[in-house]
DNA sequence: GATTAAGCGAACGATATGTTCACTATTGCA
DNA sequence: TGCAATAGTGAACATATCGTTCGCTTAATC
């Protein structure tokens, strides 16, 4: 039986926001140093200058700081992308990625520290899924698309999160504008193809 | 100061090619039930029936032996892909996808164990290098790329990677040839018109 | 300046790691 | 068959990290 969600203790206090900052901020840097899963809540907390019991009254473990942080960006990410929300756009790739640029410092932590993977796992889910109905709900009339949508969409969020990844790995030399349009003209020719739709 | 090298301490006696099977094969079944970094040490002894000191006889730690079972993948990946060598295809993406058909019980372990970023990772390397060459040498004159020819390569292994791993994760119901007809399907349209190469 | 909430950090039990060593089991060769 | 040589065994150990507890200190707020 699992005890009360120590979660749930997390006060409001300034101090306690300030804190959760430290942390935070602790985390970030030692991923930008090395891999996720060798950093210890010791050296978290000496980064941080907090005490141990001060780190297990906010946290449950050095995996919940994490699951927080990224929680907090898909928030952001979130803000950036739903709004406009139906009809706006199809893929809201260039709004994504001037999300990860805006948030760039995180992401690269996330990527040198090998803790990337889940954050790309909740987008490409949450895309493919979004993407799956905008394709269903413009299908031209006329002959059935010849690859299924499922996987069309499958393939949208696989090619922009590999051009993300390689942009991310080689530091953003190029501006999301600049992706954007690559990415565009890849994936247009081939959904235009294979299912009519145009993007 | 580094001590020498125990894996050289690895013997060639049928017995211990046995005791590493035995522990390979207890690793590949733990992750079908757990992520690897929850796996201890224990549970893959307690599962081999090996003792704890031989474990440490054959390797340096539970990375080891991942990476051990990771190698003998990427060698048989290897042994498909690589003997045509030139000028057979210019992506080897049926090749691969039966590979992982024949292996799947090791990348379904890799996947839900939560371990197989770092093959992918590997796979994206080769295979870009490998195509970027191949597309180099086949642009027809006249007007250049209008998509840079590493991010094409790039987009093309994203695709077969995004493919493979939304097959594998639901648990490959299509055929090999099936899923590269999509990929060549996907593929073929984007690549004719940004680089003028036909795959 | 008294009250209250937050942070501190030493100490603890529990668990996992990687090593050592005296002992046993298996293999293959004389 | 018997005997080295090699591989495996497992208890015991030192070490490290984890997550918790608790008496104390610090700093906001009224």
């Known amino acids: 039986m699992p005890g009360p969600d120590r979660r749930e203790a997390r006060r409001d206090d300034r101090r306690s926001q300030r804190t959760r900052q430290l942390l935070g901020a602790a985390l970030v840097a030692l991923m930008l140093e090395q891999r996720y899963d060798t950093i210890t809540v010791q050296e978290i907390i000496d980064r941080a200058n907090v005490g141990r019991s001060t780190f297990y009254a906010h ?55 090998r803790a990337i993977e889940p954050v790309l796992k909740t987008m490409q889910a949450q895309l493919s899924r979004q993407i799956e109905v905008h394709l269903a709900g413009r299908l031209p009339p006329g002959p059935a698309p ?48 294979t299912t009519g739709v145009e993007i």
């Open 59 to 113: 946290y449950l473990d050095k995996e919940d700081l994490l699951q927080s942080e990224i929680a907090a960006l898909v928030t952001r990410l979130g803000d950036h992308v739903d709004p406009g929300a139906e009809g706006k756009w199809i893929i809201p790739s260039l709004e994504l990625l001037r999300h990860v640029r805006e948030h760039y410092a995180l992401y690269r932590a996330l990527v040198r520290g």
């Open 146 to 193: 010849t690859v299924p949508l499922p996987v069309v969409a499958q393939y949208i969020t696989g090619v922009l999160l590999a051009l993300f990844q390689w942009w991310l790995d080689r530091e953003m030399p190029e501006s999301p504008e600049q992706l954007d349009d690559y990415f565009l003209q890849l994936v247009r020719p081939s959904v235009r193809a």
